[in-house]
């Protein structure tokens, strides 16, 4: 049973550019959660998608936007990036039974420059 | 949503137990405690979670004092590979996806 898998794993852009980051979730599992981790620094929350649409949002700017597919996949995009924007980007899935526990992919380690 | 509090870091003897103590004076009744880890380059690794009573599977043990203002996790027999970071988490309810880690607290197993 295959976990949550992002892609790409790593990834270098430059600022000002746009970069899409991408996440399927564990099977059997309908929402997607997605966190910034800054270099020594705990996950940061961005945003959560169900039902194809955004539920919860963190303290982001709207240059980070997202979308989830009807085969619960999701995305990340960051626009106009920033050299600040640099981190590991993790997608997170679980299903809607009652605190059913948060399964975290490895990450996408972005690199701005 | 009540705040967590942790020791920086910890050291432990392999083999022995590992007890990761964690504040939460601030929960309310309906908050569930979460402990997630974070092994170097890794995404975070569920371990456990309760809501009062103690809890404990095939990672760890999950005591939770009667006032519910502290916590900890208990690995029972530490190895190397436990060697992370732990992060205790105040989660309120099912549509609460945002989960607020803290800086954790850094676990080094010894030989």
């Known amino acids: 049973d295959a976990g949550v898998t992002q892609s790409p794993t790593h990834l270098i852009k430059t600022r000002g550019q746009q970069v899409t980051l991408r996440c399927s979730p564990k099977s059997g599992h309908d929402t997607v959660s997605w966190y910034q981790q800054a270099l020594g620094q705990g996950p940061q929350f961005i945003f959560q998608y169900y039902e194809e649409e955004e539920r919860q949002r963190g303290n982001f700017p709207d240059r980070f936007s997202g979308h989830q597919f009807p085969n619960y996949s999701s995305e990340l995009n960051v626009n106009a990036l920033l050299l600040g924007d640099s981190a590991l980007y993790l997608c997170?899935?679980?299903?809607?039974?009652?605190?059913?526990?948060?399964?975290f992919g490895n990450g996408t380690r972005l690199t701005v420059t | 949503d009540a705040k967590t509090t942790q020791p920086t870091s910890m050291d432990c003897a392999e083999g022995r137990a590992a007890n990761l103590p964690c504040n939460h004076s601030?929960?309310?009744?309906?908050?569930?405690v979460y402990w997630y880890r974070q092994i170097h380059s890794q995404g975070p690794q569920y371990i456990i979670h309760g809501l009062k009573n103690n809890e404990t599977n095939e990672m760890a043990s999950l005591i939770i004092t009667e006032d519910r203002k502290s916590s900890t996790l208990i690995l029972p027999h530490a190895t190397l590979r436990d060697t992370a970071v732990y992060y205790c988490i105040v989660r309120v309810n099912l549509n609460d996806y945002k989960l607020s880690f803290g800086a954790g607290t850094t676990v080094t197993v010894r030989a």
């Open positions: 997170a899935s679980s299903d809607r039974v009652y605190n059913s526990p948060l399964h």
């Open positions: 601030t929960i309310s009744g309906n908050e569930y």
